[in-house]
Every structure is written in C-alpha cells, then in structure tokens.
C-alpha cells in the first residue's frame, strides 16, 4: 500500500456490494454507547444506520458512535432529521 493510501478510509458496504456481496447492517435508535458499533463488527454487519429522524441523538452521540464505527471498518450511515432553514427564511 502506498503511503497515499495508508490512512484511506474504505467503504465496507460498497466493497461488498461491488463483489456481489450482501452488506448486513444494523439500526441504531436507542444506544447511545459506541459500544454498539463494537456489537456490529463482533456480529459480522458491514454498517450501522443511525436513526436520528426517529431518535434525539445529540451531535456528540452521533460523533462518537460514527468515529468508533469508521475506526474499526464499519461504515456509519445517518438519517438526519431535517435540513435547516437558513437564517433569512428561505430554501
């Protein structure tokens, strides 16, 4: 590996997906331990969907779920609420 490439992150479910894999994953909407991300990988899932549409995760939760999950090869995917209005009211 180059060393360009050495700190490269790598997407596990399209990696799977682009061999013909099925990419397993996992909703997270109650935990709010890294932990969980730890579950996933121990049970075999390529990514965990964080659910803060249907949740009240802080930013800080959802950070620090993300960064375990990116640090030991499982892909964080997260639904957000909604998109914020900017402050001059339009969209």
């Known amino acids: 590996m180059s060393p ?3 700190n ?3 997407n596990p479910v ?3 997906l ?6 397993l994953g996992i909703t997270v909407r109650i935990s709010r331990t890294p932990d969980i991300a730890r579950i996933a990988k121990a049970t075999g899932h390529d ?3 964080i659910d803060t ?20 090869g499982v892909a964080p995917l997260v639904r ?4 914020a209005r900017t402050p001059s009211g339009a969209d």
């Open 80 to 83: 957000v609420r909604k998109a």
């Open 18 to 23: 682009r061999a013909g894999d099925v990419a």
């Open 14 to 16: 399209k990696e799977r």
């Open 4 to 6: 360009s490439n050495a």
């Open 47 to 49: 990514f965990i969907f």
């Open 53 to 72: 549409q249907h949740s009240i995760f802080g930013i800080e939760t959802i950070a620090s779920i993300a960064h375990t999950a990116l640090a030991i």
């Open 8 to 10: 490269r992150l790598t």
